[in-house]
């Protein structure tokens, strides 16, 4: 069964610093891996996803993920914290790309410090 | 494209009472999935669709629970009858062959 970790509910971060929201997947074939933002009241926007092509991922609004199999880890990272980056993040597994459905962590909730 | 669009926004009612959330993909999507999302449990596959038909329902939580998919263009989730714990805000989404989906903005059913 596939299950995803995310540690920290909440992330709290400066203006301008580093973001590493954390994300650890179990599966027993080599999965697909996603991250998910949802801002207030809204639906799952996707911001990035790995499909073995290439172990660092990037996405939109300056995030980007690596992929590490050893560790069974797939981080989000962006360099420099905006304002507009608060919001609820998901990490997602899926074995079949998604076709049959995803299972995500629990969502940690970033927060940015002026 | 309007996106995958969810019906209605927010709906409140009673205990015992029967609800039904819809959703309309977006065109030419063949997977349609339908989650709740709760501070317990998070996000929750209930069920998912390919080419209108019901591919896995073991996410569905009780036989309370029921969703179709008629057409192409159009899903619906019901609940009957519906129970406080249900309370929780349910998401649509379609994809096209699996990949890259798209979520509707959720519908906030609470049940008092």
Known sequence: AQSVTQLGSHVSVSEGALVLLRCNYSSSVPPYLFWYVQYPNQGLQLLLKYTSAATLVKGINGFEAEFKKSETSFHLTKPSAHMSDAAEYFCAVSDRGGADGLTFGKGTHLIIQP | ?112
């Open chain 2, 1 to 112: 494209d309007a996106g995958v669009i969810q019906s209605p926004r927010h709906e409140v009612t009673e205990m015992g009472q029967e609800v039904t959330l819809r959703c309309k993909p977006i065109s030419g999507h063949d997977y349609l999935f339908w989650y709740r999302q709760t501070m317990m449990r998070g996000l929750e596959l209930l069920i998912y669709f390919n080419n209108n038909v019901p591919i896995d329902d073991s996410g569905m939580p009780e036989d309370r629970f029921s969703a179709k998919m008629p057409n192409a263009s159009f899903s619906t989730l019901k609940i009957q009858p519906s129970e406080p714990r249900d309370s929780a805000v349910y998401f649509c989404a379609s994809s096209l062959g699996g990949r890259g989906y798209t979520f509707g903005s959720g519908t906030r059913l609470t049940v008092v």
